[in-house]
């Protein structure tokens, strides 16, 4: 499936934003969608994930600030996060995991200023 991301941009610290993950096809037979996030010259991180059943699992970083969630109707998968820090600056990525992280989109920039 192909995975295209959006919602990131340019926000303050204290501030939130919605992330999107359009997949081109059905997500419904799909165990577990994610998000990851990579910042500049560090190692890419997950952030959260949400099983076909609508469990959630939060990174430490972003926990209590972050929510995932899935539409399978629309194909879709979001992430909210609050309450944002310049530690979350970073490139964004969606993925869907069938026994491994298989499906990547191209990622989505999320800047915080301070």
């Known amino acids: 499936v192909q995975l295209q991301a959006s919602g990131g941009g340019l926000v303050q610290a204290g501030g939130s934003l919605r992330l999107s993950c359009a997949a081109s096809?059905?997500?419904?037979?799909?165990?577990?969608m994610g998000w990851h996030r990579q910042a500049p010259g560090k190692q890419r991180e997950l952030v959260a994930t949400?099983?076909?059943?609508?469990?959630?699992y939060y990174g430490d970083s972003v926990k209590g600030r972050c929510s995932i969630s899935r539409d399978s109707a629309k194909n879709t998968v979001y992430l909210l996060m609050n309450s944002l820090k310049p530690d979350d600056t970073a490139v964004y990525y969606c993925?869907?995991?069938?026994?491994?992280?298989?499906?990547w989109g191209q990622g989505t920039l999320v800047t915080v200023s301070s």
């Open positions: 993925a869907a995991y069938r026994g491994t992280w298989s499906d």
């Open positions: 096809g059905s997500i419904s037979n799909i165990a577990v």
């Open positions: 949400i099983t076909s059943g609508g469990f959630p």
